[in-house]
């Protein structure tokens, strides 16, 4: 299958509406005008919604006649006007170029103070838009060629995209399209490609999404995902702590860099363990150790390699330690989410008590990170791994503390109580490999029970009989295609290869269903749920990397 095939297939997906028109490393956004005649243009911007963006509102084509051109045919290089008599393309990373062939033709737009515009099309108008979102019209003749190049750009990502299962090429080839179009360019870091989870209000490299990003390209691009996880741990605190969020501005480390009502909704929720007045580090699962281990199986281990991943697990095994010295708040051994954006999982209800929250995926994350440092260990010599398995040991009998055997549930702590919320973060500790086995049988028949997570597109981020269970609210029913994988990922390691494969399965099929990798999925119907993002990042980059592993 050529690129051009996949650049096709991708075409489908392009509607203007779930999915913009783009160009990787633009900030530039094209989707349909909302009254369904031209487009309208947005820039992509950090904590900013698209309404805060407007640069152009209902471009509209008209021709010779006064006749609006409507939309027939939408291809990752170009959007087509009237069965692809005027097409509007990309002439850089900040300009469009908007052409025509028809003499007496002409472009028609607002600008987000109202203002009507009018020039005619001869043969085609250069729209460049500065950073400021100021925008300058000029006359072009160069359409053809900013065409030519924009092709060549989405050809040579294309090239890139890996070959999968025929039922799955498809969609693989939306999600790759969606992974080249998220990657932005952040000048101040030197020229760095982050592939951001969403140029929809999600313009920065959370530490999360950089994992499971790194993860779906490594097996088309592995240079770009060894640089999504070096950005990743390019900034950690001096203790060790790395980062929420790295944006252009910065990065998001504490609560003093939230906004001032976060701040208050937190100061609202603190305990007598977790000081209310006190900066609260803000991170992120600790995940980096495996999605280490995931990004280099999948190139050949170069000795370049081998020192850059040296160099990232030091970093990593600071991490690591950060979390027992720092996020341990009542000194028992257990660290803890001293706040819910540091789980990745910011709604569960979970969080609906005081904080901080001793929770079981926390729990099943550090072991499986100081199982991964072990392994990473004994491939060096100067490295001992015994340290990481000791501890692993230590951590995984605090995890077991946690277990409900009358409820077959692991439950959360609210500064020390227990929380009744039967979440998936419940289904974690499968990661760990080393459940008793009666709790593991348990785990999977939860699976199984239609009142808990057995619904039809499961499984659920709450259990279905759940009093806080809906199926549309983040994080408090939807299905996510990161937890999914992880569940995944802990029936394998618990010795359920061929339960583990068939939510694999389950998985891309509630994709290709739902019509997209969005952000999160209504668990009762398949389909996105209203307030999820479209196009999203790591939704997009764990399809491609179920899809190879389905596809061997």
């Keep these: 299958m050529t690129p051009g095939d996949l650049a096709a297939l991708t075409g489908g997906h392009l509607d203007l509406v779930r999915a913009p028109f783009t160009l990787p490393s633009s900030r530039l956004l094209v989707f349909r005008a909302e009254n369904g005649d031209g487009v309208r243009v947005h820039t992509a911007e950090y904590e900013k919604q698209l309404d805060e963006c407007r640069v152009l509102d209902a471009l509209v084509i008209r021709d010779a006649a006064g006749t609006a051109l409507p939309i027939t045919r939408v291809l990752p290089h170009e959007v087509e006007f009237g069965g692809g008599a005027a097409t509007l393309v990309f002439d850089g990373i900040g300009a469009l170029s908007l052409g025509a062939p028809e003499p007496g033709w002409s472009a028609e737009w607002t600008t987000p103070d109202g203002r009507a515009h009018l020039r005619a099309l001869d043969p085609a108008l250069r729209f460049a838009v500065s950073a400021d979102r100021a925008v300058t019209v000029a006359a072009s003749d160069a359409h053809a060629d900013a065409a030519a190049r ?246 995984l009998g605090k995890l077991l503390d946690l277990w409900d055997a009358d409820r077959g549930v692991f439950l959360a702590r609210a500064a020390g109580e227990p929380v009744a919320s039967d979440a998936i973060t419940g289904l974690m500790p499968l990661l760990t490999g080393a459940l008793p086995e009666p709790v593991v049988d348990a785990l999977v028949a939860a699976m199984d029970d239609p009142q808990r997570y057995g619904t039809p597109w499961g499984l659920p981020t709450v259990a279905a009989s759940d009093p806080d269970f809906s199926a549309t609210r983040m994080w408090r029913g939807p299905v996510w295609i990161n937890t999914n994988t992880l569940v995944a990922e802990g029936l394998e390691n618990s010795g359920h290869p061929d339960r583990a494969r068939e939510l694999r399965e389950r998985t891309v099929a509630l994709v290709i269903h739902g019509g997209g990798p969005h952000e999160y999925f209504n668990p009762l119907t398949g389909q996105k749920a209203p307030t999820a993002t479209t196009a999203f990042g790591w939704s997009a980059a764990l399809f491609v990397d179920l899809a190879v592993r389905l596809s061997r």
Excluded at 159 to 167: N, Q, S
Excluded at 327 to 332: I, K
Excluded at 356 to 385: C, H, I, K, M
């Design 150 to 395: 924009s092709a060549r750009i989405w050809q040579d990502w294309f090239a890139k995209c890996p070959l999968v299962r025929e039922d799955l090429q498809a969609m693989t080839a939306f999600c790759w399209w969606v992974l080249g179009a998220n990657i932005v360019s952040l000048p101040a870091l030197q020229g760095a490609r982050p592939v951001v989870p969403s140029k929809i209000g999600y313009v920065g490299l959370w530490q999360w999404d950089a994992y499971f990003i790194a993860i779906g390209l490594s097996h088309g691009d592995p240079e770009l995902a060894r640089e999504q996880l070096d950005l990743a741990f390019r900034f950690p605190t001096p203790a060790g702590q790395l980062p929420d969020v790295v944006h252009e501005e910065g990065v998001l480390a504490s609560s003093d860099d939230l906004p001032a009502a976060d701040r208050d909704r937190l100061r609202r929720a603190g305990s007598a363990i977790a000081d209310p007045n006190a900066p609260v580090p803000l991170t992120k699962p600790p995940l980096s150790a495996w999605a280490l281990r995931r990004v280099l199986e999948a190139a050949p281990a170069t000795a370049e390699i081998r020192d850059w991943a040296r160099r990232q697990l030091a970093t990593i095994r600071r991490s690591q330690d950060w979390w027992f010295a720092c996020s341990d708040l009542d000194g028992d051994g257990m660290p803890e989410y001293a706040h819910p954006y540091s789980s990745g999982l910011d709604d569960s209800p979970i969080f609906d008590g005081p904080l901080p929250t001793t929770a079981p995926d926390l729990g099943a994350y550090l072991v499986l990170q100081d199982l991964e440092l072990a392994r990473f260990a004994d491939e060096d010599e100067d490295l001992d791994a015994g340290i990481h398995r000791d501890r692993a040991a230590r951590t």
